[in-house]
C-alpha cells in the first residue's frame, strides 16, 4: 500500500495565525483532486441551472429597465429570486461537501485517496440538513430584521436612521462570532441551540481571531471567484456596449452569444462555488484551534486510547 510521505494532518491543534493559514493550504494542496471531483459532481448541475436564470435575469433586467415595463420588473424578480436560491443551495451543499470530506479525512487511514461517494455518503446526507437548518434560521433571521426595519421607517425617518446604525454595528460585532456556528454545528454532535450558544460563546471570545481569519480568506475566495467571472464580466460589457452603439446589430439575442454567455455563466458560478472551500477549510481550522484550546480534545483522546492500552 503507497502512503502520501507527508504526515496526516491533525486537526485539533492550538496554532498561530500563520499556522492556521499553512495547514489549510497544506490540506487543500494534499486533497485538491477529491476536493474538485466531488465539488463537481454536487454543484456542477446546479451551475447548470443558476447560469441560465442568471443569464436570463440580466437580459430581462436590462430590457425591463430601457422600456420601464412594470410587469417586465416583476418577472425579473421572480428570475432573481430563482438565482438567489440557486447561490443558498451551492452554499449548503459546498458547506456540507468540505465538512463530510474532513470527517473522512481524519477518520479514514487512507484520507482521501481512492475515495468513492458511499465513504462519506451518509455524513454528507447529515452535513446536507444540519447545513439547511442553519441558511433556514439565517434567512428567518434576515426578514425579521427587514420587518423590524420596514415598520420603524413607516413609524419614522428618525427611528429608521437610529435602527439603521444600530444593525450595522450590530452586525459586524454578532456575525463574527456567528460564522463559527456552521463548522461547530456540523462536526459536533449537538442540538441546534446547544451548538448555537456555544459557537456564539466560542466566538466572541476569540473575536478579532475570527475576524482577521474571515478576511483574509474572503480576500482570497474572492480573488478566485474574480478570476472566474472576469470573462462573463467582459462579455456581458462588449455586448452591451455594441448594442447600444448599433441597436439593430441583434448581437444580444443571436445564438451564439446567449450560448457564450452560458458557458462563461457556468464558469463563474461555479468558480464562485470552489472558491467558498477555501472560506469552509479555513474556518474549519479556526473551530478546530479554538476546541482544542478551550476543550483539549486531543489531550481527552490521547487519555482515552491509552486507557485502552
Known amino acids: ?23 489549510t493550504f497544506d490540506f487543500l494542496r494534499e486533497n485538491l483532486k477529491p476536493l474538485l471531483k466531488f465539488s463537481f ?45 440557486c447561490i443558498l443551495l451551492g452554499s449548503i451543499l459546498l458547506s456540507a461537501l468540505v465538512c463530510s470530506l474532513m470527517q473522512t479525512y481524519e477518520r479514514r487511514d487512507r484520507r482521501l485517496r481512492e475515495l468513492v461517494f458511499a465513504d462519506f455518503g451518509a455524513s454528507f446526507r ?43 454595528i450590530g452586525l459586524l460585532v454578532v456575525m463574527v462570532p456567528f460564522s463559527l456556528f456552521t463548522p461547530l454545528y456540523l462536526f459536533e454532535d449537538l442540538p ?51 448594442s447600444s452603439a448599433v441597436p439593430d446589430s441583434g448581437l444580444a439575442d443571436s445564438v451564439w452569444y446567449q450560448f457564450l454567455s452560458y458557458i462563461l455563466g457556468v464558469l463563474m458560478a461555479y468558480g464562485a462555488c470552489v472558491s467558498m472551500i477555501i472560506n469552509s477549510a479555513g474556518m474549519a481550522f479556526q473551530y478546530f484551534h479554538l476546541r482544542e484550546k478551550k476543550e483539549g480534545v486531543t489531550m481527552r483522546t490521547d487519555i482515552a486510547n491509552f486507557d485502552r492500552l
Open 41 to 85: 459532481y454536487v454543484i456542477f448541475p446546479l451551475c447548470l441551472i443558476q447560469s441560465f436564470f442568471m443569464n436570463s435575469f440580466m437580459r430581462m433586467y436590462v430590457g425591463a429597465v430601457e422600456s420601464g415595463d412594470v410587469a417586465g420588473l416583476i418577472a425579473v424578480g421572480s428570475y432573481y429570486g430563482v438565482l438567489m436560491l
Open 1 to 23: 500500500m503507497n502512503i502520501p510521505p507527508n504526515p496526516k494532518i491533525r486537526f485539533y491543534r492550538i496554532r498561530t495565525f500563520n499556522e492556521k493559514m499553512n495547514v
Open 192 to 242: 441546534f441551540a446547544a451548538a448555537l450558544r456555544k459557537a456564539m460563546k466560542y466566538g466572541f471570545s476569540a473575536w478579532g481571531e475570527i475576524f482577521l481569519v474571515l478576511l483574509v480568506f474572503g480576500l482570497l475566495a474572492n480573488i478566485l471567484s474574480s478570476i472566474t467571472s472576469l470573462p462573463w464580466t467582459i462579455v456581458s460589457i462588449v455586448g452591451s456596449v455594441f
Open 126 to 168: 447529515t452535513c446536507c440538513v444540519k447545513a439547511l437548518r442553519i441558511t433556514l434560521f439565517s434567512v428567518g433571521m434576515v426578514i425579521a430584521a427587514v420587518a423590524i426595519i420596514s415598520l420603524l421607517a413607516w413609524i419614522s425617518i428618525w427611528t429608521l436612521l437610529l435602527t439603521l446604525t444600530l444593525v450595522t
